[in-house]
Structures are given as C-alpha cells and as structure tokens.
C-alpha cells in the first residue's frame, strides 16, 4: 500500500481524475521539490451510481463534489482537485476558495462513433435513425436542436467506461430497472478523450456556433480550505492567469443567472490581448429555444463581463427556459 502523501490532493478515482490530478501535482512538486503532492482517491456518489440521472444526487455538485469538499473541510486532504465544470456556480461554498486553476485545455465537445459507423453517413444523414449518448442536459439540448431526428438517451460513466460501452454494444441502465438501445454516438468533452489517451476516437469535434461548450469545460480547479493560508501560497505559484480571467467571467453568468444542474446553460470566454470575449446561451431541455448573448470587455474585469452578459440573457427571456427546466 503506497504511504499517504505529505501533500495530500483529494480526486475521484476514475482513469481521468486521476490524470487531471496527476498533472497539478506535477505541476506542484516541481514548484516546490520535496512537497509530496499526490492524489488521493476518494469514493464519490456519482460514481457509485452510474445509472442514476445526477440530479437525484444533486446535480454534478452533490454527485462528484460534496463528498470530497467534506474531506477538505475535516483536513483529511490538503486540497481538492475538481472538474471546474463539475463545481456549482450559482452558489458559494463556505470556507473553500478555488486555489489556482491549470492551463485550459481544448473546451469544447467532440463526438465518438461505434466501430464501422462511418463518420460522412451519421452526418449526411444528420443523425436519422442513430441513438446518442449525452450525459449532460446541455449536450442533450444541443443534440435535439441540431439532429432531431436522432433518438438521444442519457448516458453515465467515466469516459473510459462509456467508450467501452460503446465499442462492447452494452446498454445503458436506467433507474426504473429499464435499458436503453446501445448506442451509435457518445457526445463527450475533446479534453476528457484527450486526458485518458483517446483523442483518436474524436471523430467530429463540435464548432462553438454549433454547441456551445459548459461554463468551465476543459479546466482543472483545485480547491482548498480559506484559511488554509500555506496551502493558498502554493496553489497561488501554479494558477493561470488567461485560464483565471476566463473562468471567472464565466462563472460570473452563472451566479447573476442562478442556474441549477437541470438547466441547459453554456459559455465560452477567450482572451485576446487585453481583451476578454464571452458568449453564453441557455436552451430549453427540448432544444427548441436558444437564447444568446456575448460581449467584449477588459480582461481585468472578467466578473463584470459575466454579469453584462448574464443579464443580457435575462433581458431576453434566460429565466423562463431556466424555471421551466427546474425539477419538480
């Protein structure tokens, strides 16, 4: 049994996280040699559960982040290592502040096809008659807009899992005991096939124009406690800047939105020079509505560009598309 780390970094255990995690604390020793950080697994909710929709967990937040925020708060983990897209928005969390951030990588959406299904006939096709995985309700909202006549089925699992799944033919479970069919297509993040060493099963990847990315998809955040103060200063040494601004506008248009885990919402900030671009959209859960905003704004300002266009998308309507998704 490997000794327990001087530099604790809490993760779920799947093939990702751990790579995510792997990677900050690289990033961590050669700041500080002799530090100690490594990952440090922890069983999740959404984890154990890979047949349940995330919201009866709580959405991404209670599934795969609440149980290692706990481990954070009692000092069994010195910091947390978390999917940024994975971590609410829409409210804060008491005592634990977002230490650094690693440079973003590829944000958007990509889709994997079964073996022997041919990239230009799912296309020229636009999904006719093909079953597709979605795991996310934004994902599932794009894909209803863009190829309706495609049959998209909630689908669960690390991405190592859900790539088996697909090649093996296997069908997803369902809460009510029920299968869905097997699927033809998984749509999944570019830097989740990237982190496990499956770029090559990236047979499309999606355009912004077409699907917008989650708010903080492709960035790898570690938390860690306020007043941890030592702690703070080391993460301070890796946080990215670029990756920094970007996120915090995005982030911003979730808080001014209120957004919960059941509603379709997505944003991608880019920087360029000084200058900070933001786009975010919220869908209706069928895809039939699509809201847009975006903006320009001074890079040093990255909050108060998520709040423009946050409630330039309220100005349009955002609330009702963001109420009528709310779980009864």
């Not at 847009?292 to 330039?312: I, M, S, T, Y």
């Amino acid at each position: 049994m490997d000794p327990k780390p001087s530099f604790p970094i809490g993760t779920r255990a799947s093939t990702m996280a751990l790579a995510q995690t792997r990677a900050a604390a690289d990033r961590l020793n050669a700041a500080f040699p002799g530090l100690g950080a490594a990952p440090a697994p922890l069983s999740t909710r959404g984890d154990r559960d890979q047949v349940s929709r995330l919201e009866r967990h709580g959405g991404k937040g209670g599934a795969f982040v609440e149980e290692i925020r706990a481990a954070l708060r009692d000092g069994r983990i010195a910091a947390a290592m978390h999917s940024l897209k994975d971590m609410p928005g829409d409210e804060e969390a008491p005592g634990l502040v977002i230490g650094a951030v690693l440079p973003r990588e590829a944000p958007g959406d990509a889709l994997a096809l079964r073996p022997g299904l041919a990239l230009d006939d799912f296309l020229a096709r636009r999904g006719e008659g093909f079953v597709i995985g979605a795991g996310s309700v934004r994902r599932t909202a794009y894909l209803r807009r863009l190829w309706p006549g495609a049959r998209v089925v909630h689908y669960r699992g690390a991405a190592d899992t859900r790539l088996r799944k697909l090649d093996e033919g296997v069908p997803q479970k369902l809460p009510d005991g029920g299968e869905t069919p097997p699927a033809d297509a998984l749509v999944m993040a570019r830097a989740g096939l990237d982190r496990i060493g499956a770029s090559d099963r990236a047979a499309y990847d999606f355009p912004y124009s077409a699907m917008l990315p989650a708010i903080g998809q492709g960035v790898v955040a570690l938390e860690c406690r306020a007043d941890a103060f030592a702690v703070r200063e080391k993460l301070a040494r890796i946080d990215d800047a670029p990756t920094r601004a970007a996120i915090e506008a995005e982030r911003e248009v979730l808080w001014v939105l209120n957004g919960h885990c059941n509603a379709p919402i997505a944003g991608h900030a880019r920087l360029e020079g000084e200058t900070l671009h933001l786009k975010a959209a919220v869908l209706s859960e069928d895809g039939a509505a699509l809201i847009e905003a975006e903006a320009d704004g001074p890079a040093a300002r990255p909050r108060a560009l998520g709040r423009a266009v946050g409630l330039a998308l309220i100005e349009k309507g955002a609330r009702a598309l963001i109420d009528a998704s709310r779980p009864a």
